[in-house]
């Protein structure tokens, strides 16, 4: 058997070695595709809507607001009961609902004496959009239930007033 040279053909390197690269023998010899390129003029149009992200607004008054509504903060510091069943109609649920949980044995299970008026705050900041979560909720009603009562209604009137307001 005789020793030929055979020409070495070069060619663009690839991600594996192959005969026309200077291969050694045992490996898979593969064969070199040719690519076609292919142009085409493509124009995208982005038709994009402004989205209103959630929880884009914060609440118009504070929880300690009740100096902007006199009216409601003695309502409710002086006849409670009744300014929470009027409070629980203005936002569209029943009178009866802040009647429906015994206070005393919600204090362990809730963490608070009025889990009706975390659940109408919560159903309030949901349906206008306003910036904040469950927790906060319940830290506000736990800190003072009575100033969160007049800032939901005060809220409600709020909305009422300015229905378009994002």
């Known amino acids: 058997m005789a020793w030929t040279k055979q020409p070495v053909q070069y060619g663009l390197p690839g991600p594996y070695p ?22 085409s003029n493509t124009t995208v149009v982005l038709n994009q809507q402004p989205q209103r992200p959630v929880g884009t607004r914060d609440w118009s008054t504070g929880v300690f607001g009740c ?17 929470s069943c009027f409070l629980a ?7 009866c609902l802040p009647m429906c949980f015994c206070p005393g044995e919600c204090i362990p299970l809730c963490g608070t004496s009025v889990p009706w008026l975390v659940a109408l705050r919560v159903k309030l900041r949901e349906a206008n959009k ?13 800190c003072c239930p009575l100033c969160v009562m007049c800032q939901l209604k005060r809220e409600h009137d709020f909305t009422r007033q300015h229905p378009n307001n994002e």
């Open 67 to 83: 100096l902007e509504d006199a009216s409601s903060c003695m309502m409710t510091c002086c006849c409670t009961p009744y300014y």
């Open 89 to 95: 109609v203005e936002l569209g649920e029943s009178c």
């Open 130 to 142: 306003i910036k904040g979560n469950i927790m906060g909720d319940c830290i506000a009603v736990c």
């Open 18 to 39: 192959n005969v026309q690269y200077g291969q050694q023998p045992g490996y898979p010899q593969m064969q070199m595709m040719q690519s076609v390129q292919q142009s």
